[in-house]
């Protein structure tokens, strides 16, 4: 749609472009930004135009530049992701989690829909489930530019709600940063809505690292991520009554929250078999 609100829009080149003023937000893909009235935004400043790397592999991971679009990032996992990184796959189904066209995934980047913060953000789930550490640029104002410190936090610890985070104004995700041991597990993610092709209601991870300790967690049904640790694979009425008492069970027109928690503990269930049956 038209933002008939903007004035300006800049392409930022250097980080000193990235110095927000009065008006101005960042864009990547736009896909949500240009979908509805923005009215208190005069201003865009692209971050598409500072050039990052979509994709970087290394003996310590994967870095996603937030710019990455989901496509690149799901025929990276598709095509070329090392074979001994069995996680990889993990991208596909969360992408396919996320209720979007292949229109969408060919412009919306992975950093934009962490950034947004939805509950049901496909991103979100991937990263939370591998343990996605984001690359925070914060700024540091100084003699009439602006300069920034790097800070890294957990993705899971950065949303604090259903379309909130706690990312301040004019910080800049800069990278998402997967270990790899989480790449090298074995992993699985279930989700359900109320449509055939809804919003995901519900998005329930799970894996298991090398060394046999596994994390599970529940997006979408709760306004933040909620995780869970245990030093192996949990018997299943253990998790069962973890994610079953868990808090943050939230009600909107895709769903009640007390179907959003009974068809998390099922999703949890269908999760750690998979997990146990490809061990």
Known sequence: MDITTIRDFRAARTDAD?????????????????????????????????GWPDLEVSDAGLRIGATCTIARLVRWAQQEAP?????????????NALLASFKIWNTATVGGNVCRSFAAAGMVSLAVALDGVAVIWSPRPQAGTTLFTERRQPV??????????????GEVLRAIEIPVTALRSRAALRKIALAEHGRSGAVVTGRVDPDGSSVFAVTAATAAPTVW????????????????????YYTDPLGAADWRRGVSVELARRVRAQLEDAA
Do not use: K
Request: hydrophobic share 45%; net charge negative.
């Open 18 to 50: 990235l110095a927000l003023i009065e008006g101005e937000t960042l864009i990547a893909g736009g896909t949500w930004l240009m979908s509805e009235p923005q009215p208190t935004t005069t201003g865009f400043v692209d971050l598409t135009t500072m």
């Open 156 to 169: 899971a610890d950065i949303i604090t709600g259903n379309g909130t985070n706690s990312l301040d104004r």
């Open 83 to 95: 074979a001994e990184w069995t996680a990889a796959p993990l991208a596909v189904d969360a992408a």
């Open 229 to 248: 640790r245990f030093g192996g694979l949990p018997a299943e009425p253990d998790l069962a009554d973890a994610v079953a008492g868990a808090s943050g």
